[in-house]
């Protein structure tokens, strides 16, 4: 063990190289910051980016060729900006909820819009329910930004289209007849277009996949059409980038 002097004499020693240290930071600034505390937010933003695998990861999942080739895209063109992204598959009614870097977290069956269609009415968000014909709810195909929201239940969703009012969220079996809970668990997904335009998801799926990862930062959401090709939709899209 060091006697009182030793120890006197190295804190003058660390105390010397502190301030040694501190003279050079002075005179060259450049030469004591490492490289990276250079790099611009920006800059190192796209380099984080670039870390990014350039395909999806499913996992054992078995999607469509349709939404494999759209999640690689998403990965190969980094169109999600490195958030969190879903895909929602409206033709077979199935929501793929993926990570930041590709890799599959979760899918399931959903209840989608009774009508087939790409695109929202104008003005529908600010009208009753009500007022919106059968012929009207549509759940508007086209990429969008998500948002955590709160709905006028006082119920925690993850909004898809704020200005249509379409958001993701949990199913609700208010109405009996509708058989919403049924039409989820069915074997077939011929049944899951019920709803005025929202995404209706399992309250389990909603809990553990889509409220841990969108219930408290922003997020893509890719809702493919039904009416029209992939890149009528997604101007960018391109089928070669989407090849692994």
């Not at 379409?166 to 199913?171: I, L, P």
């Not at 389990?204 to 930062?217: M, S």
Request: hydrophobic residues 40%; glycine residues 8%.
């Amino acid at each position: 063990m060091a006697n009182n002097d030793d120890s006197s004499q190295l804190d003058a020693v660390l105390k010397g190289l502190g301030i040694g240290c501190a003279v050079l930071a002075l005179i060259m600034p450049g030469q004591v910051t490492s490289r990276q505390s250079r790099q611009t937010p920006a800059a190192l933003q796209q380099m984080a980016l670039e870390q990014l695998p350039r395909v999806a990861d499913f996992a054992e999942g078995q999607p469509t060729p349709e939404v494999r080739e759209m999640a690689n895209w998403v990965m190969g063109s980094r169109d999600h900006r490195g958030m969190p992204f879903v895909i929602v598959d409206k033709r077979h009614a199935t929501v793929y909820v993926f990570q930041p870097d590709g890799k599959l977290k979760g899918a399931t069956p959903a209840l989608m819009g009774s009508a087939v269609g790409d695109d929202s009415v104008t003005g529908i968000g600010e009208r009753e329910m009500s007022a919106i014909r059968p012929h009207e709810r549509t759940t508007p195909a086209g990429r969008f930004v998500s948002m955590p929201g709160v709905n006028s239940f006082g119920e925690d969703i993850v909004w898809v289209d704020y200005q249509a009012a379409v958001s993701m969220h949990r199913v609700r079996a208010k109405e009996p007849r509708e058989r919403r809970l049924e039409r989820l668990a069915s074997a077939t997904t011929d049944d899951n277009r019920i709803s005025f335009g929202c995404i209706n998801l399992p309250v389990g799926f909603y809990e553990t996949t889509v409220k841990p990862v969108l219930g408290a930062a922003r997020g893509v959401i890719y809702v493919l059409p039904e009416t029209r090709p992939l890149q009528a939709v997604f101007e960018s899209y391109s089928v070669a980038a989407a090849k692994p």
